[in-house]
């Protein structure tokens, strides 16, 4: 018995000094982690001040464990030697974390100089995405304001989680696009940009394109796919996989070839249904690409889904009713004119947006109500000469300038340069 318990007392004492080394080691190891932690992200930071400071603690315990008399050592040696195997079993396990923690953020680095080198390889456009209004050279865009146009907005939601829509057989016409058309004004783009944050705030949110004659890059259909396929790189990881053997460079230049070997085809090999829900894209304002090459883009997206199905992607198509677009687009089964609402539906809508935008008007604007006559972008310049950017008026200055309107006329009254936005707009 003697032999024994003297036997238990060397081990321990062996495996105090070999845990020892082992921390000793572990604390080079978070020691070094600590010094190169700068040059990772917050995440792999935090896990190396962390992991030091667990050896530290796990030190300080063995440190308490050496400090006992040969008598506590002796008395203590079972619960001694279980004391050195949880400071293992807690080192090792702090160890892997932190390891795993590294893996991670190296991966993520490496996706992201993936990402990097290859849409340096496209024609991208970053006005176009749906959240750029407000940066330079952009026009300044918004959502719907709260409680308008929420019976679209949650038919096209809807539309955007069914998760039978896109499993059909394409040749019946592809569910998985949708096209919203309205005349000029009618607030097609505020509706898309809407979308675009009900589906990010769902995490289906794939990419956008929000046409404009306003610049270059968002007028011109080469810009449309690369700066698409650029914003699914991000959204779904695996694409960039496949994206390393598309010779980029070369396709780039050719419109005609983006849908089938940019997107279609680098889509479907990628695609794992297990592990991302599908994605919907947002093109809006296709009207406005030039030389006519939005009705070719739509014509060339849909004869594509109709011979391919496409799954985990959607597409939600805007465009005012153009003869040729609107050809293409009576195909599809998922479409909507902004003309059948209910003109009190829309009147209501109206109503709600003035008086977010006028608190201190709210019962004098009817006559703004009927003169937008279901033209939100009227209203929206109503709005715009009674809170001028940059010319805070009071309310008194308000309620004058709209009484000026009812005398004049708001189509006499309204500045010239208000006009021209409408007219812009158009």
């Given at each position: ?5 003297s ?7 062996e ?7 082992r921390?000793s080691?572990?604390l ?7 010094l190169r ?8 930071a ?8 667990l ?13 006992l008399s040969?008598s ?8 001694i030697?279980?004391?050195?195997n ?11 974390e932190h390891h795993r923690?590294v ?5 993520r680095?490496?996706?992201q ?6 849409t340096?390889?496209l024609s991208?456009?970053?006005?176009a ?5 407000g940066?330079?050279g952009?026009s300044?865009r918004q959502?719907?304001?709260?409680n308008?146009?929420?019976?679209l907005l ?5 539309w ?5 829509v ?8 592809p ?5 919203l ?23 289906r ?7 404009s004659?306003n610049?270059e890059q968002?007028r011109?259909r080469?810009?449309i796919?690369p ?13 960039v996989?496949?994206l390393r053997?598309?010779?980029l460079?070369l396709?780039?230049?050719v ?7 940019l997107?279609?085809n680098?889509?479907?090999?990628a695609?794992?249904p297990?592990?991302?829900?599908p994605?919907?894209i947002?093109i809006d304002?296709l009207?406005?690409?030039v ?7 739509i014509k ?10 496409l ?5 939600f198509?805007?465009s005012r009713p153009?003869p040729?677009i ?5 195909q599809?089964?998922?479409?909507f004119?902004l ?9 209501e809508d109206?109503r709600r947006?003035l008086?977010e935008?006028?608190?201190d008007?709210k019962?004098?604007l009817d006559?703004v109500?009927e ?8 209203a ?5 000469h009674?809170?001028?950017p940059?010319v805070p008026?009071?309310?008194g200055?308000q ?7 009812r005398?004049v006329?708001?189509g006499?009254e309204?500045a010239?340069?208000?006009v021209?936005?409408i007219l812009k707009?158009l």
């Amino acid at each position: 018995m003697l032999m024994l318990v003297s036997q238990k007392y060397f081990d321990n004492e062996e495996d105090l000094k070999a845990m020892m080394e082992r921390v000793s080691s572990r604390l080079v190891e978070a020691n070094r982690a600590l010094l190169r932690s700068d040059d990772y992200s917050i995440d792999v930071a935090a896990s190396s001040k962390q992991l030091a400071e667990l050896v530290v603690a796990e030190a300080l315990e063995i440190h308490n464990i050496q400090s006992l008399s040969l008598s506590e050592k002796t008395l203590g040696q079972d619960s001694i030697a279980q004391q050195i195997n949880k400071c293992l079993d807690r080192l090792d396990q702090g160890t892997q974390e932190h390891h795993r923690t590294v893996t991670q953020a190296i991966a993520r680095n490496v996706h992201q100089l993936l990402e990097h080198s290859l849409t340096s390889q496209l024609s991208y456009a970053p006005n176009a995405l749906f959240n750029a209004g407000g940066k330079a050279g952009t026009s300044s865009r918004q959502p719907c304001t709260p409680n308008t146009r929420e019976n679209l907005l949650d038919r096209l939601e809807a539309w955007a989680l069914d998760p039978v829509v896109g499993m059909e057989d394409p040749s019946a016409g592809p569910m998985s696009v949708f096209w919203l058309s309205g005349m000029a004004g009618t607030d097609k783009s505020t509706i898309a940009y809407t979308l675009c944050e009900r589906l990010r705030a769902c995490g289906r949110f794939g990419a956008s394109f929000f046409c404009s004659r306003n610049e270059e890059q968002t007028r011109s259909r080469k810009f449309i796919i690369p700066t698409i396929v650029g914003q699914l790189v991000s959204a779904y990881k695996p694409l960039v996989d496949i994206l390393r053997d598309v010779p980029l460079r070369l396709l780039d230049p050719v419109p005609n070839e983006h849908i089938s070997e940019l997107l279609v085809n680098p889509w479907s090999a990628a695609w794992q249904p297990k592990r991302q829900a599908p994605l919907v894209i947002v093109i809006d304002a296709l009207d406005e690409i030039v030389d006519n090459q939005g009705v070719d883009f739509i014509k060339q997206l849909i004869s594509s889904l109709s011979r391919t199905q496409l799954c985990g992607l959607k597409f939600f198509l805007t465009s005012r009713p153009h003869p040729d677009i609107k050809k293409s687009c009576d195909q599809l089964r998922a479409r909507f004119r902004l003309e059948e609402i209910q003109p009190s539906e829309v009147k209501e809508d109206i109503r709600r947006f003035l008086c977010e935008q006028l608190p201190d008007l709210k019962t004098e604007l009817d006559p703004v109500v009927e003169e937008s006559a279901g033209i939100f972008i009227y209203a929206a310049t109503v709005v715009r000469h009674l809170r001028p950017p940059g010319v805070p008026l009071t309310a008194g200055e308000q309620k004058a300038r709209l009484k000026r309107l009812r005398t004049v006329g708001f189509g006499n009254e309204i500045a010239a340069d208000d006009v021209g936005k409408i007219l812009k707009g158009l």
